[in-house]
């Protein structure tokens, strides 16, 4: 097993659709935890439903303080194991969960999705306005409309939405 290098936001992976149950057993365990949840469009023949569910399937973030945190949130019901990229656990940094809680909570950005893999370079913005103003995304023209791409490095995940494009302002280059 690896080893606890740093206290912080690690990636528990649980059981399939055992996301929320998973996070609510942690909260009543007094460990912080979070699971950023989007809401979907199912289509059945007879209807269709919004519904919840997480952005990233069979992931909770949890805030780890103490190396016995570590354990008890990996004895809860429907964990599985911690995330690892070799024998380091993955961390995922202060700022980019609250990204990722920004994304998830904003009226404004639809469309969102998880997209794992590397896109080419394409044009870096900054959004100027809402609740993300200040995060550099990269953007991908899909069928003339502008999505961003925000990189959650420390998962090799990124966060894909679709954004008014009146948001986003050009980001001068430095030489």
């Known amino acids: 097993m690896g080893k606890l290098s740093k206290i912080g936001w690690h990636v528990l992976y649980v059981k399939s659709r055992h996301e929320i149950k998973v996070d609510k057993l942690l ?31 069979s992931y909770v973030f949890v805030n780890i303080k103490s190396s016995l945190d570590l354990y008890k949130a990996l004895s809860v019901d429907g964990a599985c194991a911690y995330i690892r990229f070799g024998s380091e656990y993955a961390i995922v940094k202060q700022q980019e969960i609250d990204q990722i809680k920004f994304i998830v909570g904003e009226k404004d950005i639809t469309d969102i999705e998880i997209d794992n893999n590397n896109c080419k370079v394409g044009d870096i913005k900054k959004i100027q306005y809402g609740a993300l103003n200040g995060v550099e995304c990269e953007i991908l023209n899909v069928n003339n409309v502008n999505k961003i791409i925000v990189r959650v490095k420390s998962l090799q995940q990124n966060i894909k939405a679709t954004i008014p494009s009146c948001y986003l302002k050009e980001i001068s280059e430095v030489a």
């Open 27 to 57: 909260k009543e365990n007094k460990i912080e935890s979070f699971v950023p949840m989007i809401k979907t469009i199912r289509s059945w023949s007879d209807r269709k439903k919004t519904i919840e569910i997480p952005l990233f399937s």
